[in-house]
């Protein structure tokens, strides 16, 4: 089922800082619960957006651990895929992913999915008009 071939243009379009612009758990908005709405992925580390712990447990949410790891593979179905290594049990598992061209605002966007998470970010640091290749390319292997 699972062809592990990291997509190595892939992993480099993660790769960086994204600013959260929407995240849903579990159907619930989290946008305003997170203490910080960036993510951060460095070699095959990850920072990750943590909850107030007063808030996760009264939203239910158990570990909001804000380390990680995580990688990048391609599904037989051509499907990408990131999974992340942690104790956030937001963010633990496997999640499609696919990056979109924001031409009028000129900036990279990526949606991360599954069953129960929904997060749309924007890629910090790039600059479009140079990089546009690139988006191009990261946009046509993930849709």
């Known amino acids: 089922m699972i062809v592990c071939s990291c997509n190595n ?10 600013t959260i612009d929407k995240i849903v758990y579990k159907k619930k908005d989290f946008f305003f619960d997170v203490l910080s709405n960036i993510i951060i992925f460095k070699n095959k580390d990850c920072t990750l957006p943590i909850l ?5 447990e009264n939203l239910g949410v158990l570990a909001c651990d804000k380390k ?22 937001m963010f633990r598992g496997k999640h499609n ?17 599954s069953p129960n998470l929904y997060i749309l970010c924007t890629k910090g640091l790039v600059n479009y008009d140079s990089q546009n290749n690139m988006i191009e390319e ?4 993930t849709n």
């Open 97 to 113: 992913i696919r990056f979109i061209k924001d031409e009028h605002n000129k900036l990279l966007k990526m949606e991360i999915t």
């Open 138 to 141: 990261l946009v046509q292997e």
């Open 9 to 18: 243009s892939i992993q480099k379009g993660v790769e960086g800082f994204w």
């Open 52 to 56: 107030d712990l007063k808030d996760a």
């Open 68 to 89: 990680g790891r995580w990688k990048v593979f391609t599904l037989k179905s051509n499907n990408s895929i990131i999974e992340f290594d942690t104790e956030n049990e």
